[in-house]
């Protein structure tokens, strides 16, 4: 939990608990399975944020996979996406001809998701498709396929569960809002 903060000062509301994450990762493993018998796929972490998702939902996959991980980054410490993607730490794999499985904590305005399924497509991928924890609509501006997901949620800011704020707040066991009046602090700092 948070050490030194109170945490209900941050937190407006909780939105998925632990037992309704493992949920979507009990149900999205049974359809990856389904989906990559045999095809050994590479499976993508997106770091920083997806590393919790990522760790429950593999547990789900009866699958032969295997592991790499991707760092590109946009939002820094804010809440608005850059629209700079850049790469901060490569795959080390080759997906020449791979079946690329990228997973993420969110999909927001899809400029991360994007930019990684095109550098991977861009390599020689034979497949890239993205399995994300949640799926935030309303700030969607580019035309990317979520191709799985555990939940729809709606355009507030999110924290928990891999997702930060100031890269902070990962380690909740559960994802909850963040209070407006936070983001109103620190956007007026
Ligand atoms: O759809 P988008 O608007 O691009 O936003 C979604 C991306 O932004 C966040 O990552 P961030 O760049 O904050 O890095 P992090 O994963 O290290 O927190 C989140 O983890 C997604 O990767
Ligand atoms: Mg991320």
Redesign the pocket.
């Known amino acids: 939990m948070v050490k030194g903060d109170n945490i209900n000062d941050i937190i407006d509301h909780k939105l998925f608990s632990e037992d309704d994450i493992h949920e979507m990762c009990v149900r999205l493993g049974k359809q990856l399975t389904e989906d990559y018998a045999g095809k050994k796929p590479l499976v993508v972490g997106?770091?920083?944020?997806?590393i919790y998702f990522l760790t429950d939902l593999t547990r789900q996959m009866d699958v032969a996979h295997q592991l790499d991980f991707l760092?590109?980054?946009?939002?820094g410490d804010g809440f608005e996406?850059t629209g700079k993607i850049k790469v901060v730490t490569d795959l080390a794999a080759d997906v020449k001809d791979r079946d690329v499985l990228i997973i993420?904590?969110?999909?927001?305005?899809?400029?991360?998701?994007k930019f990684m399924k095109d550098l991977i497509k861009g390599r020689g991928a034979k497949s890239v498709k993205c399995c994300a924890m949640l799926n935030k609509e309303a700030?969607r501006n580019v035309d990317v396929d979520i191709d799985y997901y555990g939940s729809k949620v709606g355009n507030e800011f999110v924290v928990g569960y891999?997702?930060?704020f100031l890269?902070m707040y990962r380690n909740l066991p559960y994802v909850g809002v963040l209070k407006p009046e936070v983001i109103q602090k620190y956007v007026n700092k």
């Open positions: 997106a770091l920083k944020g997806a760092d590109v980054s946009s939002y996406s993420e904590d969110i999909v927001d305005t899809g400029l991360t998701l700030r891999g997702l930060d890269n």
